[in-house]
Nanobody
Framework: QVQLVESGGGLVHAGGSLTLSCAAS???????????MGWYRHAPGKQRELVAT???????NYAYSVLGRFTISRDNAKNTVYLQMNRLKPEDTAVYYC?????????WGQGTQVTVSS
């Protein structure tokens, strides 16, 4: 019912910035909006981990490792979530996946690569 398309990944040097965007498309209009949107990341050899989430009402949740460096936001009218990433570190290198929860189901984007060189 929901398709997610990410953009904004790339290669940057440590200390640089990137902004990720994810647009969600709901196949059929519903009274119920997308409750939660966010970003997870998966680096080789590590488990997928939460980066940040934001609810429709604006409540946010961040991984400790990105706290103070990343900012998540959303535009409810556009069903789009953003992740502003500042002061990037090599350990931020991963495939970043857009996520949303709609009704009782979870949906995932295809992922966008973020690479931070030292």
């Amino acid at each position: 019912q929901v398709q997610l398309v990410e953009s904004g990944g790339g290669l940057v040097h440590a200390g640089g910035s990137l902004t990720l965007s994810c647009a969600a498309s709901v196949s059929r209009s519903s009274f119920f909006g997308i409750a939660t949107m966010g970003w997870y990341r998966h680096a080789p050899g590590k488990q997928r981990e939460l980066v940040a989430t934001v609810t429709r009402g604006g409540s946010t949740n961040y991984a400790y490792s990105v706290l103070g460096r990343f900012t998540i936001s959303r535009d409810n009218a556009k069903n789009t979530v953003y992740l502003q990433m500042n002061r990037l570190k090599p350990e931020d290198t991963a495939v970043y996946y857009c996520y949303c929860r709609y009704l009782i189901d979870d949906y995932w984007g295809q992922g966008t690569q973020v690479t931070v060189s030292s």
